[in-house]
């Protein structure tokens, strides 16, 4: 069955690091894959959207790649800062469906 | 201009009782979905509108479950013959040609 994977443990970073979290997924062939920010008690905004033939996106401080070999997407947060510290949720989009298929998130913790 | 509302932000029911939750998506999106997210878990997938196009419902979990939207405006997301398992926060999101999806607060539902 499809799956996706996101690390379960929450990422403790100090600020000014840079974060990586990590999506990995199987029995799926995305055509596109989404990274989405998540505060407690709020909707996840969306930040990034990178396709399968992409390589790597950016946008100000953040870069994700999209491994299709690897079935991997690496999220990263340059010079963290405490602001930066919520859930941050991949979510894949295949082929003819407009469905989107969310993993379960991995919380990220920046300190100052 | 306005994002997605939700309404109620807070539900608190009895155990058996029908309960009706409101999405009102930015005007113009095409795509409605709706969410479950329980504590500290992942989005999961209820039902997806497009256009005049029929409704995915592959993620509805039962038949207690049922979704309307009139055109591309109000959605309504019915649960009957409540659960305590259905306790959760139903979150609602529209985007523009299933590209990124706009979210709202959410329903915290709690029943008891």
């Known amino acids: 069955s499809q799956k996706i994977e996101q690390n379960s443990e929450a990422l403790n970073i100090q600020e000014g690091k840079t974060a990586t979290l990590t999506c990995n997924y199987t029995?799926?062939?995305?055509?596109?894959l989404q990274w989405y920010r998540q505060d407690p008690g709020r909707g996840p905004v969306f930040l990034l959207l990178?396709?399968?033939?992409?390589k790597e996106k950016r946008k100000e401080r953040l870069k994700v790649t999209f491994d299709t070999t690897l079935k991997q997407s690496l999220f990263h947060i340059t010079a963290s800062q405490p602001a930066d510290s919520a859930t941050y949720l991949c979510a894949l989009k295949g082929y003819n469906t407009d469905k989107l298929i969310f993993g379960t998130g991995t919380r990220l913790q920046v300190f100052p | 201009g306005a994002g997605v509302s939700q309404s109620p932000s807070n539900k608190v029911t009895e155990k058996g009782k029908d309960v009706e939750l409101r999405c009102d998506p930015i005007s113009g999106h095409t795509a409605l979905y709706w969410y479950r997210q329980r504590l500290g878990q992942g989005l999961e997938f209820l039902i997806y509108f497009q256009g005049n196009s029929a409704p995915d419902k592959s993620g509805l979990p039962s038949d207690r479950f049922s979704a309307e939207r009139t055109g591309e405006s109000v959605s309504t997301l019915t649960i009957q013959r409540t659960q305590q398992e259905d306790s959760a926060v139903y979150l609602c999101?529209?985007?523009?040609?299933?590209?990124?999806?706009?979210f709202g607060p959410g329903t915290r539902l709690t029943v008891t």
């Open positions: 999101a529209s985007s523009l040609y299933s590209y990124e999806q706009y």
């Open positions: 990178i396709r399968e033939n992409e």
């Open positions: 029995n799926y062939s995305p055509a596109y």
